[in-house]
Nanobody, 127 residues
Framework: QAQLVESGGGAVQAGGSLRLSCVASGRTFSTYAMGWFRQSPGKDREFVGSIVWSGAYTYYADSVKGRFTISRDNAKNTVFLQMNNLKPEDTAVYYC????????????????????WGPGTQVTVSS
């Protein structure tokens, strides 16, 4: 099974940018889809973005569309989240996730559709 480790979090001013990375140490067949969730204190985890193995399909939460871009480098077993024009409401712990198998009709926007979770990386955006 896959082991996921995030990096790239930090503190930035509103309007700034960060690029998160997540490396999967397991076999690539165990990461058919990868994505990102985030969680702020006192709130439920929410979907941020996802991408399938081929990169042909990507999905984003409405709150980040046009600002965040998800991509992956399968040769390096890595998924990225480029975050531009950051806002204070983007402050959260960001979690990398991976789905081990294809799910027919899935958009990979639900927690239940993923099998593996990273430990998270903190992103703090100051106003």
């Amino acid at each position: 099974q896959a082991q996921l480790v995030e990096s790239g979090g930090g503190a930035v001013q509103a309007g700034g940018s960060l690029r998160l990375s997540c490396v999967a140490s397991g076999r690539t067949f165990s990461t058919y889809a990868m994505g990102w969730f985030r969680q702020s204190p006192g709130k439920d985890r929410e979907f941020v973005g996802s991408i399938v193995w081929s990169g042909a399909y990507t999905y984003y939460a409405d709150s980040v569309k046009g600002r965040f871009t998800i991509s992956r480098d399968n040769a390096k077993n890595t998924v990225f989240l480029q975050m531009n024009n950051l806002k204070p409401e983007d402050t959260a712990v960001y979690y990398c996730v991976a789905a081990a198998a294809y799910r027919r009709g899935a958009y990979y926007t639900r927690e239940s559709q993923y099998d593996y979770w990273g430990p998270g990386t903190q992103v703090t955006v100051s106003s």
